[in-house]
């Protein structure tokens, strides 16, 4: 059985087949329009060779009505789920353009069996292939039933297919033997496909269909409600944890929060903006890491996050106190990179595979550093995964690497001497004209951390004591981000320790491989170190003594679970194994067809 990381990327693995459409609706209009044009020069021209005049009017007549056709489709379908007239082009595309292949194909079966004139059957037969993947698209994507499908999808192609083609031969080609046989069998394939799809994911998901028109209209129309339903429904409820340092001080207090709750799914739906949702919570005042957890650990609504934020000011327990910190660390152990810092007892850790890359950390290595961390004495550990770098999963050796460097690090850290300090936090929303960002960065914007070790007991700043932490609102960094800006803050004398991200996954929707786009792939290296400088700037402005608590809080919130992700990743598995059989069954038919009708 996959586990909950394994199914999510599975099921992102799967989502792509979802991008497996013309980019937009003019494009898609355009080669609906083209290929039903080819389609009336390919047969009257080519097999009945009418005349100029003839050709016109078959031209004007038929597209004509499919221009009007795709307005009865959008009529027809007017109460499914998924129903739109950019969706309807691009199915009147795709089988505009099926049907024309078939047209080719029998061009060349009578080219290669030298046939002394071409036959007529293929028309026909290409029209009902049009409809079954009509069939197909109506039942799985727009959600509608199997009558409503098969009503709607018979009457574009029919009624072109009547209106370019001469009434004298209406009945040798509406009342072919051969040809209506082997079309009913291609619609035929597209009914039972259908119906076996929508089952692929029982018992533990009653409907494929169902589940893939809610996502859908998640992903294309920003409508959550379906999806969130589903999601809800089979989430369960769970203790999540929440670390929390409270810096105060007499005229200001700021918040670096660690939740152990993963954003996502994706776009509006759940617990997607959560980074944000929680920066807003504590008045902009705050910096939300990301925690070891993967995607089980998503809130399923927005019901379920405005019940963790309220869980927030519920009883929170004071687990350390105190108003000095060690100076930062940074150990590396191959390709692992972890920062260390400690506040009295309690150490904090970042987290980095870059610039190499990597997915969410596993739960098991921060289960592993918290349980060393007990043993050597520490009240409680703050586990954050930087996540600022693009890659894969990690492998076994490479989650030992981070083992490595994050328990030599505690070791480090534990006998480290503590100093008071002095903190200030930036926010670009702070900034008269700040940056405007690209779809690279969540609404939180970016953030710098400005911690000044009173290393030499006076109350005099000395910059190299000052150590600087970037933060950004975003889902991943491009690889190279990071190593750019460290390198671009150094040359001007500024020591920047890591870069991390929310992993906020409210930018998302996007025709990429990822659905995303990482930190740094929109707005431009050179504008984000940038702003890094003048945040830092900003941030040595506001430079105070605080003290500080560190609290722990226990929230019971639903959360989506492993088992939701493998039931969705084993239906998704099955519906294209499924997928891949009846398209090889539909291309041995077709080939079938081309030799007997030649």
């Not at 199914?7 to 792509?16: A, D, G, K, L, Q």
């Not at 503590?418 to 970016?446: C, P, R, W």
């Not at 019971?556 to 069954?585: C, E, R, W």
Request: overall charge neutral; proline content about 3%.
């Amino acid at each position: 059985m996959e586990n909950g990381h394994d199914s999510v990327s599975n099921i992102h693995r799967r989502w792509s087949l979802t991008r497996i459409n013309f980019s937009s609706y003019k494009i898609s209009l355009t080669i609906s329009i083209i290929s039903s044009l080819f389609i009336i020069l390919f047969f009257d021209h080519f097999y009945l060779q009418l005349n100029l005049i003839q050709l016109i009017i078959f031209t004007i007549t038929g597209t004509s009505f499919l221009i009007i056709s795709y307005f009865i489709d959008l009529y027809l379908l007017r109460k499914t789920p998924v129903n739109k007239i950019s969706k309807i082009l691009h199915v009147s595309a795709f089988s505009n353009l099926l049907w024309l292949l078939i047209l080719i194909l029998g061009t060349l079966s009578f080219i290669i069996f030298q046939k002394d004139f071409p036959p007529k059957e293929h028309l026909l037969e290409g029209m009902m292939l049009a409809i079954g993947l009509r069939i197909g698209i109506f039942t799985s994507v727009f959600g509608a039933n199997l009558l409503q499908a098969i009503k709607t999808a018979v009457i574009q192609p029919i009624v072109f297919l009547f209106l370019i083609i001469p009434s004298s031969i209406f009945i040798e080609i509406f009342f072919d033997v051969v040809a209506i046989s082997f079309g009913l069998i291609l619609i035929g394939l597209g009914i039972v496909w259908t119906i076996l799809a929508d089952r692929a994911g029982r018992p533990n998901l009653q409907s494929t269909f169902a589940l893939l028109q809610a996502f859908l209209s998640a992903w294309t129309e920003n409508k959550v409600e379906n999806i969130e339903k589903i999601l809800l429904s089979r989430s369960k409820n769970e203790l999540v944890n929440t670390y929390i340092v409270k810096f105060t001080n007499k005229h200001n207090y700021l918040y670096w929060v660690l939740p152990n709750i993963h954003p996502g799914p994706f776009k509006e739906i759940g617990g997607s903006n959560l980074p944000y949702q929680i920066y807003n919570y504590f008045s902009q005042k705050a910096v939300i890491f990301h925690s070891a957890s993967d995607h089980s650990l998503n809130l399923p609504s927005k019901g379920e996050v405005l019940e963790y934020l309220t869980s927030l000011s519920k009883t929170q327990k004071t687990v350390d106190y105190g108003n000095t910190c060690s100076i930062p660390i940074q150990i590396k152990s191959k390709k692992a990179t972890v920062t260390g810092i400690i506040f009295d007892n309690t150490p904090i850790l970042m987290l980095s595979f870059a610039p190499y890359g990597m997915d969410d950390i596993p739960e098991k290595i921060s289960n592993e550093l918290e349980t060393y961390s007990k043993n050597e004495g520490f009240n409680t550990i703050f586990i954050i995964d930087s996540h600022n770098a693009m890659g894969k999963k990690l492998e076994k050796n490479e989650n030992e690497e981070l083992l490595i460097a994050g328990k030599t690090c505690l070791k480090i850290l534990k006998e480290s001497p503590q100093y008071s300090f002095k903190i200030g936090v930036a926010n670009t929303n702070e900034i008269k004209n700040h940056m405007l960002f690209g779809e690279d960065i969540g609404k939180g914007g970016l953030s710098i951390i400005l911690i000044d070790v009173n290393k030499d007991d006076d109350n005099n700043s000395n910059k190299n004591n000052q150590y600087v932490i970037g933060w950004a609102d975003s889902n991943n960094m491009k690889s190279g981000l990071r190593e750019y800006i460290i390198k671009f803050l150094e040359q001007k004398g500024i020591r920047m320790l890591e870069i991390c991200s929310s992993d906020t996954h409210e930018k998302s929707g996007f025709r990429t491989s990822e659905g995303y786009y990482p930190f740094g792939h929109i707005t431009k290296f050179e504008t984000i170190a940038d702003h890094y400088q003048k945040l830092i700037d900003l941030a040595y402005t506001k430079l105070d003594v605080y003290g500080y608590e560190v609290f722990h809080i226990v929230s019971t919130v639903k959360v989506m679970g492993t088992n939701q992700f493998q039931d969705y990743s084993i239906s998704l598995d099955k519906a294209m194994n499924l997928t891949k059989k009846f398209l090889i069954i539909t291309f041995g038919v077709i080939s079938l067809m081309m030799i007997v009708t030649n």
